[in-house]
């Protein structure tokens, strides 16, 4: 398979893998890569992919790459990257013989001054181009990257690169898309809007793209729907408290940031629903369930029942013949999420994934807290780390009916595969519930997230 | 898709009737096999009656083996282009009404009712 270098952006590093591996399956690209190729401290990552064509598709929508070339040579001196490139057959170069060019050196991780980079495209001269040299709007750019890792401390920068790749440039991505949905720009917002950039990528690992359906069932203010329907998805959205899709009454809401991005065509529209207590009728609807559950730090999670510090009701309805608000109670995170996983499990599409958040306090998370179903496989479990807590991209995809269901030996595999972490399953702990949720542990440490969240002194600050 | 969730009621629960239905026509994208697949995970009878109810359309009793472009065109205004801007949905089996409003159906129930 031809060769490329593929050029993060160096955000949000854990999640690059996820969204990656998504980006191969919608753009149905063969891609081929070694895990352990792909390092902390370096933005670049050789891959395998079928053709050049599909390189170029596979960065289509790619929010954290930043862009990709092909690989013609790779050294780890810019001395063997000349002499690899002189050595290169003829026909490497001869579509380009007569292009307009420019040469591009792009350093991570240290700085090369204008005259050295002009020194070291001079050493190229050999090359067999006979075009003009255009900086502006040039046919083809020649890349070569430096790449001398990222050091925190810059007493320990080398005075060279540590590898270096070379060859044509093929394509930027897709990040400008997340100055298009900057919350800064957007009409309706909400204390729990989710920043453009994840939520675009929560889009992508969710797979959404035309033809498929996506469900928000807490939609709040509907930063999912806005990103997943940007990509082609229709949308719906459910959340348990009318205000947040309705906002308050001066027109900006869900339905005035559809018309804001010219989705209104693909967002289809949102329902008022307790997820506790909901009314789709059972079948696979849904190709993709993104959503940022309540935790209870910043929108209070609660469910319908009947809460004892409340006085009956003497009539449920307003004078005006609406409904009242029903009485709701607190509901825990542990019981917000399995409900989620159980509802998931029922209504995904076989193949279809649930995208979501798990806040975690750092000190006390087990890779076994995260709850599980025998009917979804784990597909990542990225960290987005704040110190003393984080909170976990969790990524699971439905089994196809003909697969069986999941079981220990499966769990093992993923924690071979590292996906669900290193801590040792017993299986004593596991326990496999009617509905076919599994519990590897009995307290999870999210279990009074909120509490512990307060514990470790962070307040109402996130 | 939404049916009468009511703890206990359980016959008679879906469709819901539609009373005073306010609608709208928008603009949807029309995608062929999204449309298809909605087809197979819609209840087809449910619908058939919902759509004749509303005064809408007169679909087939029984769903075409063969899925024109004009038929599957015919599916996406109604279930994808025709928005109910406002009115109610009762459940027939326990009488329980659901109000829609702005176009948002309301769909809590009350506690006494879980
Ligand atoms: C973290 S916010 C989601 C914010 C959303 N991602 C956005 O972009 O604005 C969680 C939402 O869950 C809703 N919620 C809380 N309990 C719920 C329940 N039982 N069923 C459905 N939604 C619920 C809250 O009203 C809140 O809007
Ligand atoms: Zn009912």
Request: hydrophobic content about 40%; overall charge negative; some cysteine.
């Amino acid at each position: 398979m031809p060769k490329f270098v593929i050029c993060f952006a160096q955000a949000h590093l854990n999640f690059r893998l996820a969204e990656l591996r998504s980006l191969a399956i919608i753009e149905n690209v063969t891609l081929d890569f070694d895990q352990k190729d792909l390092l902390e401290q370096s933005p670049f990552l050789v891959v395998g992919i079928d053709t050049v064509e599909n390189a170029k598709k596979l960065l289509n929508r790619a929010i954290l790459i930043k862009e990709i070339i092909q690989l013609w040579a790779a050294d780890d001196t810019l001395e063997g990257i000349l002499l690899k490139a002189k050595n290169l057959p003829a026909e490497y170069f001869a579509p380009y013989r007569t292009s307009s060019f420019k040469f591009d050196i792009s350093v991570f991780g240290s700085t090369l001054a204008i005259p050295d980079q002009v020194e070291q495209i001079n050493r190229f001269k050999f090359l067999p181009l006979e075009g003009k040299i255009d900086l502006k709007k040039p046919e083809i750019v020649f890349t070569v990257y430096q790449d001398f890792y990222a050091n925190a401390n810059p007493k320990d920068i080398p005075d060279k690169p540590v590898r270096l790749f070379f060859g044509p440039f093929l394509a930027t991505s897709n990040r400008g898309l997340i100055q298009t949905y900057d919350l800064k720009k957007r009409d309706y917002l909400g204390t729990t809007s989710m920043d453009a950039e994840l939520s675009l990528i929560m889009s992508n690992i969710a797979l959404a793209r035309p033809g498929s359906f996506v469900l928000d069932p807490f939609v709040g203010t509907g930063s999912f729907l806005l990103t997943s329907s940007h990509f082609g998805a229709f949308t719906l959205g459910a959340d348990i408290d009318g205000r947040q899709i309705r906002g308050k009454g001066n027109n900006k809401n869900i339905e005035s940031n559809a018309v804001q991005y010219d989705l209104t065509n693909r967002i289809l529209g949102t329902v008022v629903c307790d997820i506790a207590h909901h009314p789709w009728r059972e079948t696979e609807f849904w190709d993709a369930i993104v959503c940022d559950p309540p935790y209870g730090v910043r929108a209070g999670a609660k469910k319908i029942a009947v809460n004892p510090k409340s006085l009956p009701k003497t009539s449920v309805l307003n004078p005006d013949g609406t409904y009242k608000l029903p009485q709701t109670i607190p509901y825990e995170l542990d019981d917000v999420l399995t409900d989620l996983l159980s509802f998931a499990a029922k209504y995904l599409t076989p193949g279809g994934r649930l995208v979501y958040w798990l806040p975690t306090v750092t000190e006390t998370y087990d890779p076994k807290d995260v709850p599980r179903h025998k009917r979804m496989r784990m597909i990542d479990n990225c960290e987005q780390d704040f110190g003393k807590w984080a909170r976990r991209l969790i990524v699971m995809e439905k089994l196809q009916q003909h697969e069986p269901d999941l079981d220990l030996d499966a769990l093992l595999v993923e924690i071979e595969k590292g996906i669900q972490g290193v801590n040792a399953l017993d299986e004593q702990d596991m326990r496999v519930g009617d509905d076919g949720l599994v519990t590897l542990i009995d307290n999870p440490a999210h279990a009074k997230f909120r509490n512990h969240y307060f514990n470790i002194g962070e307040g109402e600050t996130q | 898709m939404l049916m009468c969730h009511v703890k206990g009621c359980s016959t008679d629960n879906f469709p819901l009737r539609i009373e005073d239905a306010e609608m709208e026509q928008v603009e949807v994208e029309f995608n062929e096999d999204f449309c298809r697949r909605l087809i197979n995970k819609i209840d087809w009878p449910a619908f058939v009656q919902t759509a004749f109810a509303l005064g809408l359309d007169q679909l087939p009793a029984a769903l075409p083996d063969d899925l024109d472009e004009e038929f599957l065109q015919r599916i996406h205004k109604l279930a994808l282009e025709t928005k109910l801007k406002a009115g109610r949905m009762v459940c027939n089996g326990c009488k329980h009404v659901y109000l829609i409003t702005d176009g948002i159906p309301n769909m809590l129930l009350q506690e006494t009712e879980v």
